[in-house]
């Protein structure tokens, strides 16, 4: 046979896009300003952009993250400014970018901000003194050489130079920049979809229907067989009209999604209005805030895969919950369903003719769009076995691409024999083409794990002996399963021919199949006893809890099960045995004290019994050595855990919410392989082992257990641990050797009242990034070596009674957050009734002669949360203004009177002042330029304000319950003059004010 080139594309000619645009941008220069409102009205026009918000160090190579976005974008837009070559980041992002345009087509559009095409064409000016400073600092030379040509080509492109566009309007240049940008993306979009087999004209079809130019608002349903490409056509329809209206969604599988409509109407809430979050209490609230939220804009939704009436009543019910020249677009099987919802035009979706199944076919079979010689009259005979149908054409061929001339004859030779109306028979024919543990997988995938995460069927097939990873591989490569977004799914005309494939020997008699997925089937096969030796797998997964009948012998014929879920079944009492050969046995709600004394299931990997009425596992020893995994969460009558001396690979413990439990095994603390340790919220443990050497333990769950007052000793390195839980415990103080935890990146001690002390031996934790200590109010002081932590990014003292932190905190450089809300004993009368003494440069009146430092040294400081400390005037220090990485200034409810100017305006990157509830604050200090939001509510004595309309980054600004300030005419005038200003800006550019996310965010593990 001829070899025939491979090829994992639709087509080999068309890059894989994942943006729309990409931003190449000199952050200093146009971040805050001209690229924040470009990016934002891209937004808007629903425009996928990538824009890199890393504060990045200079000198660092680009990532490769970022070359792969600018790899997968289709334009790129590059802002040159004033500063732009000082960047050697910026340097390396345009030669990328311009190797983007030569080798995939990528399209590039330069913008000149306040610097000449010139400047740029020829590196003069600060372009020249760019390079100059580079030669010194760079020792790669031809690095530097090759930013000189990009340069050249990029500043040689047709693009908009602002000072000169539209009268130096920075507004309306955004404005032509992003119709450019719409349109050049439509034509795009086009250009591809007439690459695609079938799609152009399809597409033109439902355009037609669509009729774009009315204004009345449109339902259009698109119906058709499964696998016919319904929701192919809906996709290359709302990628190239989206653009045209004010929100745009596509809404995949809403029939998987049925039973959660609510999260649906969240999604097209979302999206359409850019929220950032919103919650919805019940479908009926869903359906009128779509109707009164979205009545007066012009919108496109895309529905995909509605089966029920229900689906469309809550999520599109009427065309008057939707602005004029809205589009609403159905995908289904069932034209019954459209014609019922009152659709406006229906658009039949036809198999593809003979030419394009061929193309389609070849393209899977020979990775082109005609057959490979020879192979000309195979591909028409095997194309009308298909009957045209797209999905069974792209598995066919994927399951001939690269076979041998016979087998192509052999394969056709079979289905010849199977009717033409039988689709699902010629399906099987990749299942047939299949090895035997594959076939496994994909019968168990197709019964079992559809639409679950790839991560859990690889662990639970892993336990089947299985090597899951390659075999789930070859099923996304022969078109039978797909991957998206972490899980696993199957067209479900697959699915159904995995279905017949397990029941055909015995159509009528489940207890005879080797799976049993059906609630219907497994119940009459428990509580009839029909089970038989053929039974692999049982997956009972009830939507709502419902009473079932197991007889006493129901799994005794099952001795090949090793699958067993079974969820939502009210069952009075347990069977007498349980299978030894599972392999993973969960079971929610198991109902009896402890698994049966037979059970003796050595080849057992997982064990999940939540909300079980387990008192005791089992008594003694068991030599259970393929366990991994044990959670038996929310199990409330659970009082003792098992020995584990023979559970030696056990890698995830899950006790979560148990809360009878009162004591733990000392044998849990050698599980050398123990990864994950969770027992949140066991409310009535007392005690944990007294030592422990978990020597692969990742993270440690305590959190809520409120009788534990004491932490183990640690007797080993545990250097795997990143994350430590301790919230709402009873522990006094931690033990010394808390330092062998040398990769402790998160300690969170939050709320435990008892606590007392911390060990110095916290302080040789050289990975420690956060450390959350809020509410431990018994708490008075720090490690005086707190300081040599220099990986501390993040510390929370909130609530606490520390009144002389140690004055090591000033060379924490590395610190990013520092939060000491409420903390009045900070603020006592021995320390000033003023800011904490540790942040002075100065004695306090009551000092002992010690000397505290100043806050000069937290040069990485960005969050500074004092609020709610009893400040006074005397306690602001006189060099706030120092911290130069600071952004966001919280010192509300103080006491002081006044602020000093120069603290607050050298604060050269503070973009949010927060002053709420000051009650004593007379005068607002002069801003810095780069404020963006003041609040300063409830500040009742505050009487003028520095000019606010001066600060063009100002979006938002309150001041309620100020009544003195509105008394001044001057300052009120211009508080209305600097919100009518922001109004219009918003108005242009429908940009939708919000208070940003914190700079840094408490680490999850």
């Known amino acids: ?49 990538f824009k890199d918000d890393e504060k990045l160090e200079r000198g660092r190579s680009i990532s490769p993250a970022l070359l792969q976005a600018i790899k997968e974008s289709r334009i790129a837009v590059i802002i040159f400014s004033e500063n732009y070559a000082t960047s050697s980041w910026c340097l390396d992002e345009l ?220 999520l ?100 010849k024999r199977i009717p033409e109306d039988e689709i699902m028979e010629k399906l099987k024919v990749s299942f047939n083409g299949l090895k035997e543990v594959e076939k496994e997988i994909f019968l168990d995938i197709a019964c079992f794990f559809e639409g679950k995460k790839k991560d859990y069927i690889r662990r639970v097939l892993d336990s089947f002996n299985f090597c899951p990873d390659i075999h789930i591989n070859v099923l996304i490569q022969k078109s039978l399963i797909t991957l998206s977004r972490g899980r696993i799914l199957m067209h479900c005309l697959i ?114 019994l939540q909300y079980s009425r387990v008192i005791q596992l089992w008594k003694g020893i068991k030599l259970l050595d393929k366990l991994k995994y044990i959670n038996l969460s929310y199990s409330q009558k659970f009082i003792r855990t098992p020995d584990f001396t023979g559970i030696r690979n056990l890698e995830r413990l899950i006790l979560e919410g148990c809360s009878s439990l009162t004591e733990i095994h000392p044998s849990a603390g050698y599980l050398k392989r123990l990864q994950k340790f969770n027992l949140r919220n066991c409310t009535n443990l007392r005690s944990l082992p007294k030592k422990i050497i978990l020597e692969s333990l990742e993270v440690m769950i305590l959190s809520g257990c409120s009788k534990v007052g004491e932490f183990p000793e640690i007797l080993g390195t545990m250097d795997h641990l990143k994350a430590v839980y301790l919230e709402a415990t009873a522990i006094k103080e931690l033990p010394p050797s808390i330092e062998h935890l040398t990769s402790l990146v998160l300690l969170n001690l939050s709320y435990c009242e008892s606590l007392t002390s911390l060990p110095s031996g916290l302080c040789r934790l050289k990975c420690l990034e956060a450390l959350i200590l809020s509410g431990c109010s018994k708490l008075d002081r720090l490690p005086e070596e707190l300081g040599h932590v220099l990986s501390l990014e993040e510390l929370y003292v909130d609530e606490t009674a520390i009144s002389e932190p140690p004055s090591s905190i000033v060379l924490l450089k590395n610190l990013k957050t520092l939060s000491s809300r409420g903390c009045k004993a900070m603020a006592s009368h021995k320390c000033r009734a003023s800011l904490p003494s540790w942040l002075l440069g100065q004695k306090s009146q009551d000092s002992t002669g010690l000397v505290f430092p100043s806050v000069s040294g937290l040069n990485s400081l960005a969050k500074l949360d004092l609020s709610d400390c009893n400040l006074s005037d005397k306690g602001l220090p006189c060099d706030l203004g120092s911290l130069s990485s600071l952004v966001e200034l919280n010192l509300g409810k103080n006491n002081f009177t006044s602020i000093s100017a120069a603290s607050i305006k050298n604060l050269s990157r503070l973009r949010i002042l927060e002053l709420v509830g ?24 505050l009487q003028s304000a520095t000019d606010l309309t001066k600060h063009g980054l100002l979006h938002r600004v309150s001041f309620s319950n100020c009544f003195k300030l509105l008394q001044d005419e001057p300052t009120s005038s211009m508080i209305y003059a600097t919100w009518n200003h922001m109004l219009k800006v918003f108005s242009f550019l429908q940009y939708t004010s919000r208070r940003p996310k914190n700079i840094l965010r408490r680490r999850d593990y």
């Not at 994942?18 to 000199?26: A, E, G, I, N, P």
């Not at 990009?150 to 404005?175: F, M, R, Y």
């Not at 598995?395 to 001939?400: E, H, I, M, N, Y």
């Not at 000051?918 to 004595?941: F, G, H, M």
């Open 1 to 49: 046979m001829r070899n025939i080139a491979s090829s994992s594309s639709f087509s080999a000619s068309t890059p894989k896009w994942t943006y729309d645009v990409f931003l190449s941008f000199r952050g200093e220069d146009v971040r805050k300003s001209f690229v924040d409102f470009l990016y934002s009205a891209l937004q808007k026009k629903g425009i996928y952009t």
């Open 95 to 314: 030669a990328e970018i311009i190797d983007c345009k030569h080798v995939l087509g990528q399209t590039v559009l330069p913008v000149f901000y306040y610097v000449d095409p010139s400047v740029v064409r020829r590196q003069k000016g600060s372009f020249d003194r760019a390079f100059v400073k580079h030669e010194d600092e760079i020792e790669d030379k031809e690095r530097i050489q090759k930013w000189r040509a990009p340069l050249t080509e990029a500043a040689s492109i047709s693009g908009w130079d602002v000072p000169n566009t539209a009268d130096g309007h920075e507004s309306k240049c955004i404005q032509e920049i992003v119709e450019y940008v719409v349109a050049k993306l439509e034509r795009v979009v086009a250009i591809e979809a007439k690459n695609q087999v079938g799609i152009d004209s399809r597409v033109q079809r439902v355009n037609a229907l669509l009729n774009l130019g009315s204004g009345k608002v449109q339902f259009i349903g698109i119906w058709g067989m499964s696998g016919i490409g319904k929701t192919t056509i809906a996709w290359a329809v709302f990628n190239r009209i989206s653009t045209h209206f004010e929100g745009a969604i596509f809404l995949e599988d809403v029939r998987k999604q049925s039973e959660s409509l609510k999260n649906l109407q969240e999604e097209i809430l979302l999206k359409i209005l850019c929220l950032k979050d919103l919650r919805i209490s019940s479908v009926l609230e869903g359906s009128k805030m779509i109707q009164t939220r979205l009545c007066c804009k012009k919108v496109l939704i895309v529905l995909d895969d509605v089966d029920h009436l229900s689906q469309l009543d809550a």
């Open 316 to 415: 599109a019910g009427m065309h008057e919950w939707f602005g004029d020249g809205s589009r609403i677009i159905i995908t289904t099987k069932n034209k019954h369903l459209l014609v019922t919802h009152g659709v406006d035009k229906m658009h039949k979706m036809e198999v593809l003719n003979e030419y394009e199944a061929n193309q389609l076919f070849s393209w899977h079979a020979f990775k082109k769009d005609y057959p490979a010689k020879d192979y000309e009259e195979l591909s028409i005979e095997i194309v009308h076995y298909a009957g045209c149908l797209p999905l069974a054409l792209k598995v066919l061929g994927s399951f001939l691409y690269g076979r041998e001339m016979a087998e192509w004859r052999s394969e056709v030779e079979r289905l």
């Open 495 to 608: 699915q159904e021919m995995g279905w017949n494939i397990v029941r055909e020997k015995a159509p009528d008699e489940p207890g005879k199949h080797s799976r049993l997925w059906v609630a219907e089937e497994i119940c009459d096969v428990l509580a009839r006893d029909k089970a038989t030796e053929n039974i692999v797998g049982m997956w009972l997964d009830l939507p709502t809890p419902q009473d079932v009948v197991i007889k006493n012998e129901a799994f005794e014929k099952m001795k090949k099960l090793r699958l067993l879920k079974i969820n939502n079944a009210c069952v009075s009492y347990c069977p007498n045995c349980i299978p030894n050969e599972i392999r993973w046995l969960n079971w929610h709600g198991y109902p009896s004290k402890s698994l049966p004394e037979s059970f003796q299931p050595e080849k057992l990997i997982g064990l999940k």
């Open 918 to 941: 000051c009650k004593r604050l007379e005068i607002l200090p002069e801003l810095p330029p780069c404020i963006e939001e003041v609040y300063a509510d409830n500040c009742t004595s």
